[in-house]
């Protein structure tokens, strides 16, 4: 079975050709329609890593939402994509503990090695004596 990816991204920042190459590298690829629906998906059945695009870290309730993730799935792989431009809301992000926070535009081959870095990193944190 695939390893299963959510993805809670607008279009611009993880478009097409992005969830294309993940599932080109093996991943089943879904997409949520927010932050909310991620959370609800998550909780329902833990998907293998969670890609979340931040637009506004302090605008729109996303970061809570996703603090809460955090708090509820603490080991879950999570790739940030973020568009803020400030010390305070790289911080926020960082916060998270993400296996990788990046910057928007991501290219589809960035983010497929940022899903597998997550996982490899989550395997290293699960595997005994480490």
Do not use: W
Request: hydrophobic content about 50%; aromatic content about 4%; proline content about 9%.
């Amino acid at each position: 079975m695939k390893p299963r990816v959510l993805v809670s991204a607008p279009c611009e920042d993880v478009g097409q050709p992005a969830l294309a190459a993940l599932g080109d590298a093996g991943f089943a690829v879904h997409r949520c329609p927010g932050a909310t629906a991620l959370l609800e998906s998550v909780m329902q059945d833990r998907p293998a890593a969670v890609i979340v695009s931040v637009s506004h870290p302090y605008g729109n309730g996303e970061l809570q939402i996703f603090r809460l993730l955090r708090r509820v799935a603490t080991d879950l792989p999570l790739v940030v994509i973020s568009k803020g431009d400030s010390i305070p809301a790289e911080r926020a992000l960082r916060a998270l503990d993400p296996a990788y926070l990046a910057l928007a535009p991501v290219e589809p081959g960035e983010l497929v090695e940022a899903v597998r870095g997550a996982l490899a990193r989550a395997r290293l944190r699960l595997a005994p004596g480490s």
